[in-house]
């Protein structure tokens, strides 16, 4: 019996449906290949022991910001492990890494052809402001009909819900390319793939990667409510202290997401920071470069 109030309603379920009952050979197959990524990431992260983790990040954290970031990474992340929390919590960067992953593999291609075919970025945009606005629990629905409990729906709905920021900014960042750039690459005879790959991409450089910063953040966001599905990681220490109404394990839960949060936020901020210095240094050098400015 169909349980939809509506006729939208009846159609999605009956999609998702026709999806589970003509195609689930393939899903199964899908999720095994994906849930098999997901757990070799985590049981890699996992066989690290804490004190090189803590040294790598540590040095990360002081070649990107400085000193005083560094310090706060180590006093971060050795209370993480303080509150006996390092197991979830390489669970969890397990999760965001390959759901990060995901949403790059799919998304930057997406933003490149969005930014090249003003129909497809029309298309594209109406797609992602109803992937951005939809409750992020209604995508936990059909990935738990078509793939089950566990890690791999939790992969896949955390992609669907962080993959908008880098195809929207990958398209905003290929279209601020300066047309004069793109005038100067076309006049040495460069053909579009290397117009793509020599100019745009390097330019649209500092977009993309607050593109990815953006994703990141998204899929941490998404890890409690992920728990739900079987994710694991920091989500369901949370999710386990809401059940009990535990302050205790929900305070430590939710201390532990935040201060994984500000660690990947401000270390992949860099890396879009100065990719946009290095934008405006090499502007700075075609502009001031003798012949550039002669005028025909």
């Not at 629990?137 to 955390?158: D, E, K, N, Q």
């Not at 929900?250 to 401000?266: H, N, Q, S, T, W």
Request: proline share 4%; glycine share 10%; net charge positive.
């Amino acid at each position: 019996m169909n349980s939809s109030s509506s006729l939208i309603g009846q159609f999605a379920e009956n999609a998702v449906n026709f999806l589970f009952n003509h195609f689930r050979g393939g899903f199964d197959a899908f999720s095994a290949a994906l849930g098999a990524v997901v757990k070799l990431l985590e049981t890699g992260l996992g066989a690290v022991p804490f004190p090189v983790m803590l040294v790598v990040f540590i040095a990360l954290a002081l070649w990107r910001r400085g000193v005083v970031f560094a310090a706060f990474v180590g006093i971060a992340l050795l209370a993480i492990n303080y509150m006996g929390l390092w197991p979830q919590t390489t669970a969890t960067l397990a999760l965001v890494v390959a759901a990060t992953f995901f949403s790059l593999v799919v998304g930057v291609p997406l933003g490149i052809w969005g930014a090249r075919n003003s129909r497809v970025g029309l298309v594209l945009r109406s797609l992602l402001d109803f992937m951005q606005t939809m409750p992020a629990f209604v995508y936990l629905i059909p990935a738990v009909i078509l793939f089950g409990l566990g890690r791999v729906p939790a992969v896949i709905a955390t992609v669907v819900f962080a993959m908008p920021p880098v195809v929207r900014l990958t398209t905003l960042g290929i279209r601020q390319v300066r047309e004069e750039l793109l005038e100067a690459g076309r006049s040495f005879g460069s053909t579009d793939s290397q117009l793509l790959w020599k100019i745009q991409l390097p330019n649209a450089m500092p977009s993309i990667m607050a593109g990815v910063n953006q994703t990141i953040m998204m899929a941490l966001s998404m890890v409690v409510i992920a728990s739900m599905i079987g994710a694991g990681g920091l989500g369901e220490y949370v999710l386990s202290g809401i059940q009990r109404l535990d302050i205790g394990i929900g305070f430590e839960g939710g201390l532990g997401v935040v201060l994984l949060a500000i660690v990947l936020d401000r270390l992949t901020e860099t890396f879009g920071t100065k990719s946009k210095k290095k934008v405006k240094l090499a502007a700075r050098t075609t502009k001031g470069a003798p012949g550039n400015a002669a005028s025909t």
